[in-house]
Structures are given as structure tokens and as C-alpha cells.
């Protein structure tokens, strides 16, 4: 392979990308090495198997993401602003919506969920960190392995460009030689052997760390999510993990599972690609709902109305998830009692969700609504999110879903359902638990600002997609000739995307006026909330709890608070027995994404001399017999005056 | 309320747009065909549904957010525990369930409406129609006509056209919004549509299933001419055309973005696609570096019909 083969070259726009990635990782390297923070980075942060550090680290890069994927939603958005423009080519185009879809599903929602899970859940079941530390440290360093390979497609070697449902024949080497979708069939194998293992951790974690007494129908609306959540990813993340084993066969082993020519077969890519794909919505959007069921309780000062009713909506939805993934392709020739049968069961997901929708209507219904940023995000997230769920009950009507399908209007469809239900969701939860993160508030005021833009910014962005899709726009077009008339439609939009891009710019200057001037003084409860999590200091302490809570209801820190159980008796303080930080996750998924970064390439000796230091860490691992540290009694006591005032 | 306000100005907005731009409706809701006209009736009636929905949840919210909101005067008020109510939630599990039964019965009839020859047009012979698609352009075979065009197809309107659709490579979709709903087009496997155009006139035809660098010009123009010109111009085709041979066939199958080409003879003499043997064709290597280097000029019909415009 010669050198301008290996960095892409030719593209202003992707030259000064190169530039500036390469200026920002000097910047990083000098700035750190200046203030002296390596040592740091490494002992507080990299190796860290604390829950809380961990799903910050999560958040930061979800938030990263978030960037990368919305520049190339706006890179798309001002392409087809105008009939025939010439921003982007072709090429340029398929690769730009290829990869804002993989980074917003896979780095931006998954790892913005998990970052909030990571840091919430423990704290809620009333336990001091999850069931596998390392394993957790594992996860995330996988998965961050897993996202930078994908970005680095960028600078070299080439973007994947066979969108991100990577559909084959065209995602095979038949059609697509370029090292592109290696990137995709490795980059997403590395990041989903992380989310599997968080899946697993939580589900042990949920069902064995428990407070006495938390039985499971008193957990949080939140921890409950979690759970479902968790086992839908135990279920239908190994089948990603066998697709993208057989798509790397096919592209770097020259096997032929999903190919043209000898027999291969590319509706198995599909079926295999929707059977994870649709659960996978749903793993994004169950905990989003726990978010809203969190913070629409909090706010409006009461409990969940019908908590039991709730659980059992999204376990239904869970269920079915897994029984719909046919509705993708309608229209691959399925026989028409097929395509009834996956209509009806899509349908069907609408009831629970319908009944959850009326559920947190009814939470509101004599409570005192506070307009707090959280709150106002669970607000937009209902009328919003019943657009993306009425379009969704159309699409689901198969017949119907014969004029939908593949336009504009599904590209609007999916956009309702996941900003509303995870960027919403998200945000809510950021500007809630926020505080429990960092020990102070997200500025209210700068936050309206970053709601305003940002809602608006939403409606004006994807709405005329609904009509250019029914006016006849397929989806993934990067150029459009004026006859179609579709212009004014695209060109709103698009002024609908700098909206969006100016709310996320409000977002991140608030994070940077509350950093700097925001007041630490807030105690534990800023909100004045009902979950375990409120019950400890603001930042957390790393122990979580000085002596686990007995649990007696869902709400149980409002219950202490009613009942003044929330004191600390200084008897009750143990030595508390806490893991050690360990350097082999970040190493051992570093040489992961090495072995892989040959394989994209093709460099399979390389890849398999490289091998050798998965194996060594695996070893490594086994031969760790470091049982972790004790905090005494004294110093726990002494941490907790300081922030309960005088005990 | 400032939420309701933005919303209705959002609102107010897309109206002003939709009057601007849409003198004429939009594709979907203007069908020129019985299979069409079937589809474009169902979405229309799950729409009102929708809107009944959609009106309920954004009342019963502005209602309740505004009612129960946090004023000066009630700050003591202290909400009550509501465990929840079995009648309440029963009602809104119940609601749904009717709704999607109500969804659920057009939908069923229309599946199965929509796979056969359209109502009131059993008793004529389909013309039958051989679809492939290629990457990045569309060929259509009349196999009794034995003609072949590339990236246009004539039909007679008010018969039923029978589609026989395959792909020479990557997967496509083969949709004309005025006619009718889409389909995949697959390489060793054919799938089928029925299609009528009650009227004269001309549509746009377009490939919606995403196949690399052409796609956007995936395009093609269906015109639905009475029988008599349509035999006139099958009449023409057959005196005027070159006969397609299988060198220029493959030079059709490579991909590039193209014009409008008519031939003598079809390419079902040498291969179906849907049966299998498609590799033949394949030449990986021509997917190699990018499409404008392989591309003399970009003239998809609807370019072609902007030019006419102006």
C-alpha cells in the first residue's frame, strides 16, 4: 500500500481535519505535560475501576461523539441545502451520513447511557460499585478503543460508505474494495465486546448488590430500565458480535456468507443486522424513559403514577422488541401474511408505550410542576416524542410503509424517536444528576438558552423531512435537481440544523460558566429528590455510602427524609473494603485496537504477532491476586462530618 | 404559555413553506394509479387516527403542565401519593389496543390487495416487464415486445403492468410514487409488483435502497401513453434501434451513471439475473477510486428535466 493510499488526501475539507487533529493531540500532549498531570491522568483516571470515574470518562466521550457526529449532520445538512450543491461529492456525502449514524447510535447515545447507568445505578440499588469493577473499566476501555479506530477511518485509510446499516452485496468487497467497511466490521466488533460485558455487569450487579430490603418491584423506575435494558443487550448484542464476524470473514478472509457470487446470501446480513438493530432502539431508549420517570417524579413532587403498570410496559416493550426486526425490510418480497404477522407486532409496541405516555401525564396531574432544566427537557420529550410515535404506528402499517419506506419521512420517523427519546433523555439526565457528578448545578439560565435552541432548533430540522419524504425524497440522496421541488423544504432544514448546532454550543459553554463560577455549596439533595443516589454527598464520596441503607419503598430517600431516618450513627461506620485501580484494561484494549487497526488493513501477520499481547494480558489478568484496600472506619467518619456538617 | 406560542409559530411556519413550495400536493397524497390510490386511502385513514391521538396527548399535556405548574401562591401545596388507578390505566391500555385493531384490519387487506393485479383490471393480460437494476442505472426488458430500454420505460396506461425484478448487483428498490409502493431488486431472486396507471402522464421512478457513489442519480421517467402510442412506439423501436449485443451489455452493466438508451432485443437471451450467474459481470476493480474520475457527465432524467424547464 503506498503512503496516499494510507492517509486520505485530494479533500480540503479533510486535509484541515488532519491539520487540526493533529494540532489538538501535540496541544494535549504539551498541555499535559506541562501542568504535570500525566501521573494524575493515569492514577485518578485511566486506571481507575471506580464506577462513578468511569461513567464520567463514558459521558466526556459520548460528548466528543456528539460533536464529531452532529458536524457531520450539518456537513449533510448544508450539502442539501440548495438544489445541486457543491459542498460535498458523492463519495464524500456517503461517507459523512454513514458515519454520523454509526457514531450517534454506537459513540454518542450508548456511551452517553451507559456514562449515566455507570454513574447512577450503583448508587440507587444502594451498592458501592458494581459487580465487576475491572470488567467495567474493561467495557469502557474497549469501547473507547473501538470509537477512536472508527474516527481515525477518517484521516486514514477512508470512512466506511455503505451507511451505517452497512448493507451487503455493497458493504462486500464485490462493490466496496476500499478499506472503509473494515473499519466498520472491526471498530464495531471492539465497542461491542465493551457493551456486552456492561450489560452482564449490570445485570449482577442489579440482581445480587441490592440494599436489604430493596426488593425488586421497590427499585427506581431508573434501575429498573437498567435491568431490562441490560438483558436485551445480553440478547442481542452476541448476534451483532456473529454478524460482524461473518462480515469480516466475508471482506478480509474472502469467505463468501454474504456475497453476490457463490451463493452468498445478503438477506442473512439484514435479518442478522435488524435482529440486534431494532432491540438496539430499544437499549437506547429504556433507560431514557427510567431518565424521564426519575426526573418527572422529582419535579413534579410525587411518585410514579402506576409504578407497577410501568414495569410491566417495559418488559413488554423489551419483549417485543425482539419480535419486530422483519418491519425494517417490508418490502424485500416477503409474502403478505409475513409482513402482517411483524405489522401487528409493531403495532402492538405502541400500547405499553402509549400507556407510559399517560402514566407520566398522570405523575404531573396534582403535583407541583417545577420548570427546572431537567424538567423542562421531560417536558419537550412528550409532545415530541408522541410525533416520532404516531409516524412510527404509520410506518408500522406494512402496506402503507410501501410509499415510506426508505424516504425522508423514516429519516424524520427515527429522528423524532431518538432525539426526543435519548438526547432529551440525556440532557435531562446531565442537568439532574450533574451535581451527584461534580458538586454543582448546570446554570439555569444558560441551560433555557441551550433548551430554547435546541428544541426548536429540533422541530424546524426534521419536521419538512416528513413532507420531502412523502413528496417522494428517498433518503441518502447528496444532491437533488431543482424540478423536484424540494428545496425550500431542505433549505428550512437546514437552517433547523444551525439551531440545533447553536443549542449544543449553549450545552457546552454552560459546562464551561458553571465549572468555573457555579456554586459548590449545594449540598447532597440539591433537588430535593427521592432516590438512594440524594442520600450521599454531592460530589460522591468514593466508598458511595458510609453504612448501606435498609430499604423500604421505591422512593426511599423521600420516605427517610419524611421519616428523619437520613442521619449517620458513628457505631454504624465499618472499614469499608474497596477495589484496587488496574493498569491491564486500558493496556489490554489498547493492544485490541493495535490487532485491529492491522486487520482493517489486511495486515494479517502483523495483526497475529500483535495477538500475542491480548493473550499476555489475559495472563496477566489471571495472575492478578491484588484483593483491593481498606478505608478505616476513622477516615470514613471523618468524610462524612465534613460534608453532613457537625454530627 | 411561550411553549404552545413557538409551537404554533413552528406550525404557522410550515404552513407559510408547504403553500410557498406546494402548489400541487405532494406525491404521495397525488396518486395516479388503483394500487397507489389503495395505499395513499390507507395512509390518509391511519392519519386521522394519528391526529386524534396527537390532539388528545398535546390537550390533555398543555392542560395538566399549566394547571399543575409551580406559582408563587403554591409553594406549600404538598402533592398526594397516588399509587396509581386501575380503571385509568385499564382505559389506556384499552384505547391503543382498539386503535391498532382498527389499524390492523386495512392493513392486513391492503398487503394482500397490493401483492395482485389491481381490482376492475383482472380480465386483461398484464404487460410483462423484466426490471433490472445495475449500479447506477435501471433496465427495462419487454420480453414479448423483445425490446430494451435503459433509465425510461413506456407503458400503456390502464393495463396492469407485471414487474419481474432483479438486481445485476448491489440490492435497489424499485419505486414510482405515483403508481405505486416499492420493492427490493435483489441479485438471484425476483420479486414482483403489479402496477396500473389510470391516466396518461409522466412519472418519476427512483431507486430508494442506498448503492454507492451513483445512487443519488438513480432515477428514471415512466410514461403511461394510451395503447395505440404505445404500440406506435414499440412499432418505432424496433425499426430504429440497434440490437443489443453482449459486449455492449456489459459495457451498460459497469458502473457509471448514464442516459436514456433503447435497443433491439433484451439481455434475457444471455442471463437473468434473478437466477443466478451475475458474477460474470462483476468487476470489482471498476470500484475502485471515485466515480467522477469514471464519469464523463452526470445526466440522470430528472437533470435532463430541469433543463427542460428552463
Known amino acids: 500500500m503506498k503512503l496516499d493510499e494510507f492517509f486520505v488526501t485530494g479533500d480540503p475539507l479533510i486535509l484541515g481535519s488532519q491539520i487540526a487533529i493533529g494540532l489538538t493531540m501535540v496541544g494535549l500532549v504539551v498541555l499535559i505535560t506541562y501542568l504535570k498531570k500525566w501521573k494524575w491522568l493515569w492514577n485518578e483516571w485511566f486506571t481507575t475501576v471506580d464506577h462513578k470515574k468511569i461513567g464520567i470518562m463514558y459521558i466526556i466521550a459520548g460528548v466528543l461523539m456528539f460533536f464529531r457526529g452532529g458536524v457531520d449532520g450539518l456537513m449533510m445538512k448544508a450539502q442539501t441545502s440548495r438544489p445541486n450543491m457543491e459542498f460535498l461529492d458523492a463519495q464524500h456525502y456517503d461517507e459523512v451520513f454513514t458515519t454520523h449514524g454509526v ?13 449515566i447507568i455507570n454513574v447512577v445505578m450503583p448508587l440507587q440499588i444502594g451498592a458501592r460499585d458494581v459487580a465487576f469493577p475491572k470488567l467495567n473499566a474493561l467495557s469502557f476501555w474497549t469501547f473507547f478503543v473501538g470509537a477512536m479506530l472508527f474516527n481515525i477511518s477518517f484521516v486514514i485509510g477512508g470512512s466506511p460508505d455503505a451507511g451505517w446499516t452497512s448493507y451487503f452485496p455493497l458493504a462486500g468487497k464485490e462493490f466496496s474494495p476500499d478499506v472503509g467497511n473494515n473499519y466498520y466490521a472491526i471498530a464495531l466488533q471492539i465497542a461491542g465486546i465493551g457493551t456486552l460485558a456492561s450489560g452482564i455487569n449490570f445485570i449482577v450487579t442489579i440482581l445480587k448488590m441490592r440494599a436489604p430490603g430493596m426488593k425488586l418491584l421497590k427499585m427506581p423506575m431508573f434501575t429498573w430500565t437498567t435491568l431490562v435494558t441490560s438483558v436485551l443487550i445480553v440478547a442481542a448484542f452476541p448476534i451483532l458480535t ?8 466475508d471482506r478480509i478472509f474472502g469467505a463468501h456468507f ?19 438493530g431494532h432491540p438496539e432502539v430499544y437499549i437506547v431508549v429504556l433507560p431514557a424513559f427510567g431518565m424521564f420517570s426519575e426526573v418527572i417524579a422529582t419535579f413534579s413532587r410525587k411518585n410514579l403514577f402506576g409504578y407497577v403498570t410501568m414495569v410491566v410496559s417495559i418488559v413488554a416493550i423489551a ?151 412523502l413528496d417522494g425524497m428517498s433518503r ?74 435498609e430499604v423500604t419503598d421505591h422512593d426511599e430517600f423521600w420516605k427517610m427524609k419524611k421519616e428523619g431516618r437520613n442521619t449517620l450513627k458513628k457505631e454504624d461506620v465499618k472499614d469499608i473494603h474497596m477495589p484496587s485501580n488496574s493498569g491491564i484494561p486500558i493496556i489490554f484494549s489498547v493492544a485490541i485496537g493495535i490487532v485491529g487497526f492491522f486487520l482493517v488493513f489486511e495486515w494479517n501477520t502483523l495483526a497475529a504477532i500483535f495477538s500475542v499481547g491480548i493473550i499476555a494480558g489475559l495472563i496477566a489478568n489471571s495472575f492478578d491476586y491484588d484483593d483491593g484496600y481498606h478505608i478505616p472506619a476513622k477516615k470514613v467518619w471523618e468524610t462524612e462530618r465534613k460534608w453532613r456538617g457537625d454530627l | 404559555m411561550k411553549r404552545v406560542r413557538s409551537m404554533m409559530k413552528l406550525f404557522i411556519l410550515f404552513v407559510a413553506t408547504l403553500a410557498l413550495t406546494a402548489c400541487e400536493p405532494l406525491t404521495v397524497f397525488d396518486p395516479q394509479g388503483p394500487v397507489a390510490r389503495n395505499l395513499t386511502d390507507l395512509i390518509i385513514f391511519s392519519i386521522i387516527f394519528m391526529a386524534i391521538i396527537v390532539i388528545t396527548v398535546f390537550i390533555l ?32 391500555f384499552l384505547i391503543p389496543v382498539v386503535i391498532v385493531i382498527a389499524l390492523t384490519i386495512p392493513t392486513v387487506i391492503t398487503i394482500s390487495d397490493v401483492e395482485n393485479v389491481p381490482e376492475g383490471y383482472e380480465d386483461q393480460e398484464p404487460l410483462v416487464v423484466h426490471v433490472t437494476s445495475a449500479d447506477w442505472k435501471w433496465i427495462f426488458s419487454y420480453p414479448e415486445q423483445d425490446i430494451e430500454t435503459v433509465n425510461y420505460m413506456n407503458i400503456p396506461a390502464n393495463r396492469p403492468i407485471h414487474f419481474k425484478m432483479t438486481s445485476a448487483g448491489t440490492m435497489q428498490s424499485f419505486w414510482i410514487p405515483s403508481l405505486g409502493g416499492q420493492k427490493y431488486t435483489m441479485a438471484n431472486m425476483q420479486t414482483q409488483l403489479y402496477l396500473v396507471a389510470d391516466r396518461e402522464g409522466e412519472y418519476i421512478g427512483r431507486n430508494t435502497n442506498f448503492n454507492g457513489e451513483g445512487y443519488a442519480h438513480m432515477d428514471f421517467e415512466v410514461v403511461a401513453q394510451s395503447t395505440k402510442d404505445f404500440n406506435e412506439w414499440v412499432e418505432e423501436v424496433k425499426n430504429t434501434a440497434d440490437e443489443l449485443t453482449e459486449e455492449q451489455y456489459e459495457e451498460i452493466l459497469a458502473p457509471t451513471v448514464i442516459g436514456r438508451e433503447t435497443y433491439n432485443g433484451t439481455h434475457l437471451q444471455w442471463i437473468d439475473h434473478a437466477h443466478g450467474g451475475s458474477e460474470k459481470y462483476l468487476n470489482p476493480e471498476a470500484y475502485d477510486g471515485h466515480l467522477e474520475n469514471k464519469q464523463p457527465d452526470n445526466d440522470s432524467v430528472t437533470d435532463n428535466e430541469s433543463e427542460d424547464k428552463e
Open chain 1, 103 to 115: 457514531v450517534m447510535i454506537l459513540f454518542m447515545a450508548m456511551p452517553m447511557l451507559i456514562g
Open chain 1, 319 to 469: 419483549f417485543l422488541s425482539m419480535l419486530v426486526w422483519v418491519h425494517h425490510f417490508y418490502t424485500m418480497g416477503n409474502s403478505a401474511a409475513v409482513n402482517s404477522v411483524f405489522s401487528i407486532t409493531t403495532m402492538m409496541i405502541a400500547i405499553p408505550t402509549g400507556v407510559k405516555i399517560f402514566n407520566w401525564l398522570f405523575t404531573m396531574r396534582k403535583g407541583r410542576i417545577q420548570f427546572s432544566n431537567a424538567m423542562l427537557w421531560a417536558l419537550a420529550f412528550i409532545p415530541c416524542f408522541t410525533i416520532g410515535g404516531v409516524t412510527g404506528v404509520m410506518l408500522a402499517m406494512a402496506a402503507a410503509d410501501y410509499q415510506y419506506h426508505n424516504t425522508m419521512f423514516l429519516v424524520a420517523h427515527f429522528h423524532y424517536v431518538l432525539i426526543p427519546g435519548v438526547v432529551f433523555a440525556v440532557f435531562a439526565g446531565l442537568y439532574y444528576w450533574w451535581p451527584k457528578m461534580f458538586g454543582f448545578k448546570l446554570n439555569e439560565k444558560i441551560g433555557k438558552w441551550h433548551f430554547w435552541l435546541f428544541v426548536i432548533g429540533f422541530n424546524l430540522t426534521f419536521m419538512p423531512m416528513f413532507f420531502v419524504g
Open chain 2, 61 to 92: 399535556f398543555g392542560v395538566i403542565v399549566w394547571k399543575y405548574r409551580e406559582r408563587k401562591d403554591n409553594k406549600d401545596y404538598e402533592p398526594p401519593y397516588e399509587e396509581g388507578s386501575k380503571a385509568l390505566e385499564i382505559t389506556w
Open chain 1, 258 to 276: 454474504f456475497t453476490v457470487a457463490a451463493g452468498g446470501d445478503p438477506m442473512l446480513w439484514l435479518n442478522l443486522f435488524w435482529l440486534w
Open chain 1, 476 to 549: 441518502r440522496m447528496y444532491t437533488y435537481s431543482e424540478s423536484t421541488g424540494w428545496g425550500a423544504w431542505l433549505g428550512v432544514s437546514a437552517v433547523g440544523g444551525l439551531i440545533l448546532a447553536a443549542g449544543f454550543a449553549a450545552l457546552v459553554y454552560n459546562i464551561y460558566w458553571s465549572f468555573r463560577y457555579a456554586s459548590r455549596d449545594i449540598g447532597g439533595d440539591p433537588w430535593d429528590a427521592r432516590t438512594l443516589e440524594w442520600a450521599t454527598a454531592s460530589p460522591v464520596q468514593e466508598y458511595n455510602f458510609a453504612v448501606i441503607p
Open chain 1, 242 to 249: 456473529v454478524a460482524l464476524a461473518l462480515m469480516t470473514l
